[in-house]
């Protein structure tokens, strides 16, 4: 497989049946700059042709999972419409994609995962958590409407009352509080996090296939329906939304704040 075009944003290890995905930008801590973005979205278009794959196991490089949206990126679509449209295009296309892919995804949370981050996290089918790893949406935080996960997968985990508490205010969620609302799995130790992730996609890889898989595309279409009813709304109102000068703010005063 051609795996190596996604290089070195993304890392994928073919580990017999197992793939392991390695979001690897640990300097901006995962976060979405465009090769990233880009390769993450279409690394599971790949996947479905690997015939010789069974399971997926995606983290991070370094000490965070993935902690959303690149800062710079949202001074850009603040101030031009047709990069903002592109984007946010960019991650419709990457939700239907993780949705649509019939491969089992267990997601090895290994640090902070934010906003976006957050979102690929629990889009994936089983969710380990190092002890001190974090969920957080904090997309209303930085001005945006919270468009592409929290608003679509969050109220199928839990109740609606504490997802709109969490993502209104975007509060970190510790792993263990993670654990009891429904946004995740297990917690593991640090040092075993990987560990656990592969024993269990071990497992997952002795399965029967086809029904794995099917039972797996049956599951998703929980998420799938609610995809339908919310995304295309809350994308295009996240698209407006790039463009208010809260974003504007907030941006350029984060950047500010990291060249001090």
């Known amino acids: 497989m051609n795996y190596e075009r996604f290089s070195p944003a993304l890392l994928v290890e073919e ?29 599971w278009h790949e996947l479905l042709s690997d015939h010789e794959a069974r ?14 949206g690149y800062m710079a990126n949202f001074i850009r679509s603040n101030q031009d419409p047709v990069m903002r449209r592109r984007d946010i295009r960019q991650a419709e296309h990457l939700a239907k994609a993780m949705i649509d892919c019939d ?16 979102s690929l996290a629990v889009m994936s089918d089983i969710v380990l958590m190092a002890d001190d ?34 993502i209104f205010l975007g509060d970190r969620i510790p792993a263990a509080d993670a654990v009891q609302l429904g946004l995740a799995n297990r917690v593991c130790p640090p040092d075993r996090l990987m560990e656990e992730a ?9 399965q029967p296939q086809q029904a794995l898989r099917d039972t797996k595309r049956a599951l998703n279409k929980h998420l799938e329906h609610a ?22 703010k907030i941006a350029e005063g984060f950047l500010a704040r990291k060249k001090e």
Not at 105 to 118: T, Y
Not at 136 to 159: C, E, F, I, Q, Y
């Open 15 to 43: 580990r017999g049946p197992v793939r392991i995905i390695t979001m690897n930008k640990p300097e901006q801590l995962n976060s979405m700059s465009d090769d990233l973005h880009h390769a993450i979205g279409e690394v």
């Open 55 to 68: 399971v997926v196991v995606l983290t991070g490089a370094g000490r965070a999972f993935c902690t959303g």
């Open 103 to 118: 491969l089992p995804i267990v997601a090895a949370v290994n640090g902070p995962a934010v906003g976006l981050g957050c």
């Open 133 to 166: 790893a974090w969920f957080a949406d904090t997309h209303v935080n930085v001005g945006l409407v919270a468009g592409d996960g929290g608003a679509v997968s969050w109220p199928l985990m839990m109740s609606l009352l504490k997802a709109k508490e969490y």
């Open 198 to 206: 592969l024993l269990l996609a071990g497992r997952l890889a002795e």
């Open 227 to 248: 995809a339908g009813l919310v995304l295309s709304f809350a994308l295009a109102a996240e698209t407006e939304s790039f463009g208010t000068e809260d974003v504007r």
